[in-house]
């Protein structure tokens, strides 16, 4: 059997990101596990499904369970909340039990915040890294951006995080503190989404002109001067 690892749309409907061989597959399971079981539903009706007649169940601590449905022989659909599943997500822990447990992973074509702001952004794609959530302590999270910039000028890569909404302008303002004035950041916000913004600078640039991000759905990615 088949844990189906399923991106959900950055915004808009589900029609508008995903293939239709994509929601073909998904109308044809009934036992999902989830991030977030009122998101689910919502996506899952939008597909056009009858959530009553489905079996949702929440990613927990004890993931073991929620792979029942491979073990009766069902397939089994993975959700996030929004985005791809097991990336900076809980269902990386059901993804690795079914390894665990022989079972196949399948991961369906679709959205991903991170490659799309990576394709749009104009620094390094030859070379990147997603480093998640930077620390939410001011002096750590110093400390961590100059690693992370570090790393960049030293590997040549492109470092790649998020942050939660509401700590955005928080980290934005932690990056133009800490950065050398040449290092590029791109700020890539509301991806897919009507109020979407993708820009690239120079810390220089963005000292002189720092908008406020708000509380928007954001990847931060940051390119060193590689000299």
Same mark, same amino acid.
């Given at each position: 059997?088949?844990?189906?690892?399923? !991106? @959900?749309?950055?915004?808009?409907? !589900?029609?508008?990101?995903?293939?239709? !061989?994509?929601?073909?597959?998904?109308?044809?399971?009934?036992?999902?596990?989830?991030?977030?079981?009122?998101?689910?539903?919502?996506?899952?009706?939008?597909?056009?499904?009858?959530?009553?007649?489905?079996?949702?169940?929440?990613?927990?601590?004890?993931?073991?369970?929620?792979?029942?449905?491979?073990?009766?022989?069902?397939?089994?659909?993975?959700?996030?909340?929004?985005?791809?599943?097991?990336?900076?997500?809980?269902?990386?822990?059901?993804?690795?039990?079914?390894?665990?447990?022989?079972?196949?992973?399948?991961?369906?074509?679709?959205?991903?915040?991170?490659?799309?702001?990576?394709?749009?952004?104009?620094?390094?794609?030859?070379?990147?890294?997603?480093?998640?959530?930077?620390?939410?302590? !001011?002096?750590?999270?110093?400390?961590?951006?100059?690693?992370?910039?570090?790393?960049? *000028?030293?590997?040549?890569?492109?470092? #790649?995080? #998020?942050? @939660?909404?509401?700590?955005?302008?928080?980290?934005?303002?932690?990056?133009?503190?800490?950065?050398?004035?040449?290092?590029?950041?791109?700020?890539?916000?509301?991806?897919?989404?009507?109020?979407?913004? #993708?820009? @690239? *600078?120079?810390?220089?640039?963005?000292?002189?002109?720092?908008?406020? #991000?708000?509380?928007?759905?954001?990847?931060?990615?940051?390119?060193?001067?590689?000299?």
């Amino acid at each position: 059997m088949i844990l189906y690892a399923i !991106p @959900t749309p950055l915004g808009g409907t !589900p029609a508008d990101s995903l293939p239709g !061989p994509s929601l073909d597959l998904i109308r044809s399971l009934k036992d999902f596990a989830v991030e977030n079981a009122k998101s689910a539903r919502a996506f899952l009706g939008a597909v056009g499904m009858n959530v009553r007649e489905l079996n949702i169940q929440i990613v927990q601590e004890d993931v073991g369970a929620l792979l029942q449905p491979l073990r009766e022989g069902r397939p089994l659909g993975l959700l996030s909340e929004a985005g791809c599943p097991a990336i900076a997500d809980p269902g990386a822990r059901l993804v690795e039990a079914a390894h665990a447990s022989g079972f196949r992973v399948v991961p369906l074509i679709g959205p991903s915040s991170i490659t799309l702001a990576l394709m749009a952004s104009g620094l390094e794609g030859q070379r990147f890294a997603f480093c998640g959530y930077l620390p939410r302590e !001011p002096a750590a999270r110093a400390k961590r951006i100059r690693e992370l910039e570090q790393r960049s *000028r030293r590997e040549r890569e492109t470092e #790649i995080f #998020i942050e @939660t909404p509401y700590r955005n302008d928080a980290l934005f303002k932690a990056l133009l503190e800490a950065c050398h004035p040449s290092t590029r950041v791109c700020l890539a916000a509301d991806l897919t989404l009507p109020g979407e913004s #993708i820009a @690239t *600078r120079s810390i220089a640039q963005w000292r002189r002109a720092a908008p406020p #991000i708000g509380k928007r759905p954001a990847v931060f990615l940051l390119s060193a001067d590689f000299g």
